[in-house]
């Protein structure tokens, strides 16, 4: 199923609706990372993690921090643009929690694509920029995100166009949770 399909199909999306969205007068990916935590104490990095049913999480994402967070954001759409341009079914399951509607939607199309034996043949999103939201619960947190689909082509194992997506901008919420000592991706919605 192609990204546009699944946005036409109304689940919860990156590109739920059918225009650019408006601009957000919101800080860059690059200014909102260099928020940090207040908190005094000082703690080592943490090593590389290789899990077993995922990826190597960078050690700036394995912080429970907002820095961590949003650092955690860009691994997870980085790992959305290789499921689904590899493409590796498992991939987004691994790093969601089992309840993320948005993210059974993209699992479910990278499967599809694993069996119909089709990529994407560039990266199908970009994440533009995020910026923590506070009042999220504890271990939890909140961001604002905007997101870019790309006018990305689907191929099949010839390299044959089977379709495309036009390139959109949307504004998302996405919801974190800290569970068994990472982040996972509990949600990603649209905003009002």
């Known amino acids: 199923m192609s990204f546009a399909a699944f946005v036409v199909a109304g689940a919860v999306a990156l590109g739920g609706c059918t225009g650019e969205s408006d601009p957000d007068p919101s800080p860059s990916a690059g200014s909102a990372s260099a928020t940090s935590s ?31 967070a949003i650092a955690y954001a860009k691994f997870f759409f980085d790992q959305f643009n290789i ?18 509607d948005f993210c059974s939607a993209s699992e ?43 006018n990305a082509r689907i191929v099949d194992e010839a390299g044959a166009v089977v379709s495309s997506d036009e390139r959109l901008v949307v504004d998302r919420y996405m919801a974190l949770v800290w569970s068994d000592g990472r982040w996972l991706t509990l949600e990603v919605e649209k905003t009002e």
């Open 38 to 68: 207040a908190s005094p104490s000082v703690t080592p990095s943490p090593s590389p993690s290789v899990t077993a049913s995922g990826p190597e999480i960078p050690a700036a994402a394995r912080e429970q921090t907002e820095a961590g």
């Open 108 to 150: 479910s199309d990278a499967g599809y694509l694993v069996k119909e034996r089709q990529r994407y043949q560039t990266d199908p999103s970009e994440l533009l920029e995020v910026e923590p939201i506070s009042g999220a619960p504890e271990g939890q947190q909140y961001l604002a995100i905007r997101l870019e689909q790309k």
């Open 83 to 100: 499921a689904w341009t590899e493409p590796r079914a498992g991939l987004i399951a691994s790093l969601s929690d089992p309840e993320c």
